[in-house]
């Protein structure tokens, strides 16, 4: 049974930082990319961040870029999201997915959430002052 489970997410003043985590267990195959998405209301989900599983490779949405960073730990178990300098229009409902259906870098980097087979439940992040 596969499970992807956030944790992290709060409440941060703009300009602050907040690291999110994304464990993973269960998957009886290899999964190709492990992205985070998010969700605000009234607005389209949207892809933040994704990365590759078999080298590393990571991909960032134009309105994180040099903001966010992507990892994961060494047993590829667990995916980080490092959130800093933190904007109002940053908070959303952040999930973590993987895809798995072994389609091309370019297709997973798009990070378009049709593609993702697997989500966890997600996690508040509240930028405010």
């Known amino acids: 049974q596969v499970q992807l489970v956030e944790s992290g997410g709060g409440l941060v003043q703009p300009g602050g930082s907040l690291r999110l985590a994304c464990a993973t267990s269960?998957?009886?195959?290899?999964?190709?990319?492990i992205a985070w998405f998010r969700q605000a209301p009234g607005k389209e989900r949207e892809g933040v961040a994704c990365?590759?599983?078999?080298?590393?490779?990571?991909y960032y949405a134009d309105s994180v870029k040099d903001r966010f960073t992507i990892s994961r730990d060494k047993f590829k178990t667990t995916v980080y999201l490092q959130m800093n300098n933190l904007k109002p229009e940053d908070t959303a409902v952040y999930y973590c997915?993987?895809?798995?259906?072994?389609?091309?870098?370019?297709?997973?980097?798009?990070?378009?959430?049709?593609?993702?087979?697997?989500w966890g439940q997600g996690t508040q992040v509240t930028v405010s002052s």
């Open positions: 990365i590759a599983s078999s080298d590393g490779t990571t």
């Open positions: 997915a993987a895809e798995t259906t072994g389609s091309s870098w370019a297709r997973i980097r798009a990070m378009l959430y049709w593609d993702y087979a697997y």
């Open positions: 269960g998957f009886t195959l290899d999964y190709y990319a």
